[in-house]
């Protein structure tokens, strides 16, 4: 009987560290969306947030690393015209601060057309400009800026606070 209750103990015991350890293991995941970890951007149905994202490296210079997050199906000045979010974090993962970048955003002077999906992809370019904040490429996979669906890449020189110094377009023109 004792030895029963043994075992008992014993592979209860088990259990209960099989279950610890999935519990520690899913509470060393963050989750980042407009309800946690400081993030008050506005989220819309189907806006995708985190079909893109890269890490950003230090924009704002404050020593931790920030992200650059894509919402490719953003409505706000047309269907899926898409756009960015700038989040800056602090040392505990949380976010300390967005800057939202499309055309009525951020400094962006760009024109992004219906359906473009801009923030499909997003690039870390190392900072091309010298100035000591990293740049960015910006795929807008869908755009139908120069011809149907033909796509199209943003270049953006960011600022420290996240938004754009200057933006350029990637397109093909053939001559
Ligand atoms: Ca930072
Ligand atoms: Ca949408
Ligand atoms: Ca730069």
């Known amino acids: 009987m ?12 088990i259990s209960l560290s099989y279950v610890n ?10 989750k980042i969306s407009a309800l946690s970890r400081g993030f008050t ?10 079909g893109g994202l890269t890490d950003a490296g230090d924009i ?6 920030d992200l650059i997050v894509g919402t490719r199906h953003d409505n706000e000045n047309g269907f899926n015209r898409g756009a960015v ?3 800056f974090m602090d040392s505990l993962q949380q976010i300390i601060g967005q800057q939202k970048i499309n055309e009525t955003n951020g400094n962006f002077t760009g024109s992004l057309s219906n359906e473009g ?17 990293n740049d960015f490429a910006i795929g807008a996979s869908s755009s ?17 606070d996240g938004t754009v110094k200057e933006n350029r377009e990637i397109l093909s023109d053939p001559k």
């Open 60 to 65: 704002n210079g404050d020593g931790y690393l």
């Open 41 to 50: 951007g506005e989220l819309g149905e189907d806006d995708f947030f985190g």
């Open 85 to 87: 979010w700038v989040l």
């Open 144 to 160: 139908s800026t120069q011809g149907y669906r033909q796509g199209e890449v943003w270049i953006l020189f960011l600022n420290s």
């Open 2 to 13: 004792k030895k029963g209750l043994l075992l008992f103990s014993f592979v209860l015991g």
């Open 117 to 133: 999906v801009f923030g499909t992809d997003i690039a870390n370019l190392g900072d091309l400009d010298g100035d000591g904040v």
């Open 21 to 30: 350890a999935q519990i520690i293991q899913v509470s060393s995941h963050l």
